[in-house]
């Protein structure tokens, strides 16, 4: 099956829908971009305090345990032995008091045998195999450093709106020191073994989760309210392309209308200029000859009328021919159209009686328009004519068959309406009802409306068909008024 190809306005389209879904993506990766940034600096921002924090609290740990333990030890025992219960619990009070609402939840001592001297956990006492690489580095090198543990990860800690105690902690190594010489000839600050203990951070941590969490709602929802805002802006921008496109689209089939209706045009004036006079000649021979015959010979005489009657038919399309071909500029003097409309209806009158066609007068005089008198009557009398065809031409179904002619002044135009009781347009038909040469007529030349639509807009003026509220249809003609 033969694929048809888009067009402008399904490109259109398209395109809008890409740029508007292309834009999404991009200001949301962006937004995520800065909400990490952000986010990421925050963490960092709170996790170097609390190291800070946990620094001092290092510091002085150390210096409670060597002040309040150390010291009384060496003096009283003479050497430190935590093996010693008395020792064990001097250290041990001192610890805990020292770590009291420092959300402190495990303290650990090593000595240089890298096995656990002290721990809040007696359980871990003597033990070794716990010193890590920091340990090692705190006691040789007498460096500290700091570990953060977290059970849940990133995106787990913005899902978790109500973290448990201890989802996220911060383990403190740090070289315990003398902070004077306790023998004479050991330097001061020697390492005594290395301090580590860890610290429930999961509250203070949780308040950066929280800035995550509105620096991401807020990017979210920034970047919802720019793509609908986007979208509303490419939306109509496609709207209004895909009108340009499809006005463009229907000025290129009128233009080309146009122009072959202006070759055309061209082409039969030419040939209607050529045969007019023979024509002429052709029909008032016949007319002599008709009179002539008539009554001497009644055969020839049928023949002759047929001759004339055609001849003139064919006058009348030649001359609807040269009048839509090369339409006269129309004079500019003050008219009324209520005389022109009295002269029309004078001609029709005869023929309306024959045919019984009612025509109701709703006008009065007055109706002064700028215009070339003859052209405007021959507007007037094309549609009065039209119209009286309308209403006869299927007399069964039309009862009473009428023309009505108003008209008014009103906002600076002279409105004219003619309204007949015919079939009225039929909807197919309307839309092409002003295209020349064309015609529902046997008979016709498609060019009467035509002509009447060039008479008018020469006038500035314009011509509107449609359709009666009853039945019929109705023509109106708004001019300027004078």
Partial sequence: MKRKPRSDGDQALGFVKFLSWSSLALILLVNLFLSIFLSNYARQDVLAKQKEFALLLAENLNHQIYQRFTLPTVIGFGRVELSQPAQYDRLDKTVLSTIHSFHVSEVRIYDHDK???YATDKELVGQSGFAGAAILEALEQGTSSFQVVTRAGMLGGIFDFSPKPDTVTLKTIYPLRTERSLIPGNPQGFIMGALEFTQDITGDYQKVVDFQRIIIATSLLSSLLLFVLLRVIISRAGRINAQRIAD?????????????????GRMVAGIAHEIRNPLGIIRSTAELLLKRAKDSDPANARLLSAIFDESKRLSKTVGDFLDYARPKAPRQDEVDLAIILDQALTFLEAKCEELGVCVVRDYAPGLSVRGDKDLLYRAVYNVLSNAMESVTEDKDKVREPSITVAGTVADGLVTLAITDSGPGFCPEHKERALDPFFTTKDAGTGLGLAIVRNIVESHNATLTLDNA??????????FPAA
């Fill in 469 to 478: 509220e009853n039945a019929g249809a109705c023509v109106s003609m708004a």
């Fill in 115 to 117: 096995r656990v001297s």
């Fill in 248 to 264: 463009r689209e229907r000025l290129e089939r009128e233009l080309q209308q146009q122009e072959k209706l202006a070759g055309m």
